[in-house]
């Protein structure tokens, strides 16, 4: 097991109110579904922007240089700070641009659109904790 | 507790601030428990649509011809006796789509998409071999659990290519190609016929006639043969080319007339019948 990738276990700390496990939110629960991906490729898509950035830029930096990667990570740095109010949901124009995923549509642009998610954040909640005033 | 735990329990928000766009999972978990609960109780989970089909395709002397078969199946039953199965990709670009129904319908759709603003940035006309690359990248990237096997067929710069992409991702280059579950009775229509660079009514007739195989020897394909000719000087689609199941008209009238077979001889008893009780009940005709 990796030390870095932090495994949330279930009942030390349940989401739901009064500290006891909301079933309607957060759906049925078992120890074994929490540790594990349900889904085969779960953890592949997770990952799968990460993990395509990485092999880009090692690529990059192996024909290019050390530069190359730099200046597009500090550009990617640049880009993802451009964000709308924190409970909206932001374009990222400028970071879609970057990456080039502007140019073609997969299944993440048809399904499970987070514009259109049925849960909102509290919005005076997280502009607070934004100015760090939670 | 480690730092980053403690911050995730402590804001709620953190996952609006974050979120990226990627297929979501979260009623996995729960159509697990639903499928296991359903068959405990001895019922089956709805599954998705197939559409047992047979599609093929051959380059020919001027091009592309592809072919399929038009019955879309819900396990044993036909859900759709006339559906479309071959999906337009470009100008120049046609795709055959077996498998799950909704898998391949979607798929080719954002291939077509895709291929619109891939023109749209280069200002060149699209490669069938680029629409080869990109569907088997996205059907690799999810392990064949996109359901979609599919024959792509067009006309570019570079000539007439056929291409047939499977589920996983692997892809194959050939003259002629079928998929599906009618695939092994077209195939042996185009291994005992096909020659290369045949005229258009004898391609046309060779892919109509791997169909009608297919739509004879497999249960899970039936209905019409829809073909889509595709050349460089433009495309002809020609759905329901053939009906090879419609049912065939009465000549005449079957029935034996009144009288044709003899009476040899007839005996007749008759029930003598006693009137054992009679009651009357007044109906209201009102």
């Known amino acids: ?134 | 507790v480690n730092s980053r735990h403690s911050v995730e329990r402590r804001d709620p928000c953190r996952k609006y601030l974050l979120s990226t766009k990627h297929i979501s999972v979260i009623n996995d978990k729960r159509n697990v428990v639903l499928e296991s609960s359903l068959s405990e109780l001895g019922y089956k989970a709805p599954i998705a649509r197939k559409t047992g089909t047979t599609i093929a395709g051959i380059v020919y002397k001027d091009g592309v011809i592809l072919g399929a078969d038009t019955r879309a199946t819900d396990d044993m039953v036909v859900a759709d006796k006339n559906c479309m199965k071959i999906h337009y990709i470009a100008p120049n670009i046609y795709c055959c789509g077996a498998g799950v129904a909704a898998d391949a319908e979607i798929t080719t759709q954002i291939m077509a998409s895709n291929v619109e603003l891939h023109t749209l940035n280069t200002g060149r006309p699209p490669l069938v071999a680029m629409v080869t690359r990109q569907l088997k990248q996205m059907l690799f990237r999810y392990q064949g659990h996109v359901g979609s096997s599919l024959i792509v067929g067009g006309v570019d710069v570079t000539g007439a290519h056929l291409f047939s992409v499977y589920p996983h991702g692997s892809y194959d280059k050939l003259p002629f190609l079928t998929m599906g579950s009618g695939a092994a009775a077209a195939v042996s229509i185009f291994e005992d016929r096909f020659k290369p660079n045949m005229e258009l009514e004898e391609a046309k007739q060779l892919v109509n006639d791997a169909i009608a195989a297919g739509i004879f020897c497999d249960l899970g394909s039936g209905s019409n043969v829809d073909l889509c000719v595709i050349t460089e000087a433009g495309v002809e689609y020609l759905r329901g080319y053939d009906k090879p199941t419609m049912k065939g008209k009465r000549e005449g009238q079957y029935r034996y007339k009144p009288g044709t077979t003899a009476i040899l001889t007839k005996t007749i008893t008759p029930l003598s019948l006693d009137v054992v009780d009679e009651s009357v009940q007044i109906m209201d005709t009102e």
Request: with cysteine.
């Open chain 1, 1 to 134: 097991m990796c030390c870095w990738c932090f495994v949330p276990v279930a009942g030390l700390c349940p989401q739901g109110a009064y500290g006891v496990r909301d079933s309607l939110r957060s759906g049925f629960s078992s120890v074994k579904n929490e540790l594990l991906p349900s889904h085969p490729l779960e953890l592949s898509e997770k990952n799968f922007q990460l993990n395509k950035d990485k092999m880009n830029f090692s690529t990059l930096r192996n024909i290019q240089g050390l530069h190359a990667p730099l200046k597009l990570q500090m550009e990617y740095r640049a880009a993802r700070q451009i964000q709308r109010l924190p409970f909206l949901q932001s374009s990222n124009l400028a970071l879609d641009t970057l990456r080039g995923s502007d140019e073609a549509i997969g299944f993440e642009d048809v399904l499970s659109d987070p514009a259109q998610c049925e849960m909102m954040g509290e919005p005076h909640m997280m502009v607070e904790y934004k100015l760090g005033l939670l």
